[in-house]
């Protein structure tokens, strides 16, 4: 039932952080805050960031951050190389490290999601310390 439930205030908070579920903002800002913030647990701000940042860049390697998982994951050989990214601005190094991850990928692809979820909530964490401006 939890998992439902956050699935469920996971598709709410998107649908509504694009305005897709009424044609109020307020209403839709208010949905955000309690399926992002009150159900789940993750900063809709930092979701709002990150998901913006997605769509002005969508599948640009250096400022797309949906497709920068490494030490995990590559989803490019271009990431092969030292990266640049411009979303966390810092360098995504391919070392030793993301080589033996990386390898096993197709392996651990599975496990590491069943723990994402730990990882959104550090990011949240994390966008609040570092108190990047957005407005949301």
Request: neutral net charge.
């Amino acid at each position: 039932l939890i998992g439902f439930i956050w699935i469920q205030s996971g598709w709410i908070g998107h649908d509504s952080g694009h305005h897709q579920i009424t044609k109020h903002p307020a209403l839709n800002r208010l949905l955000q805050v309690v399926s992002g913030n009150c159900l789940t647990g993750l900063g809709i701000a930092w979701w709002k960031f990150n998901h913006n940042t997605h769509h002005i860049s969508c599948n640009s390697l250096d400022h797309d951050p949906d497709l920068q998982h490494l030490p995990l994951f590559a989803v490019s050989t271009k990431l092969f190389n030292n990266l640049w990214s411009v979303c966390y601005e810092r360098t995504l190094a391919f070392d030793a490290i993301s080589k033996f991850f990386v390898s096993y990928q197709h392996w651990t692809f599975y496990p590491v999601m069943g723990f994402a979820r730990i990882n959104l909530l550090v990011q949240s964490i994390v966008f609040l310390i570092t108190q990047k401006e957005w407005q949301c």
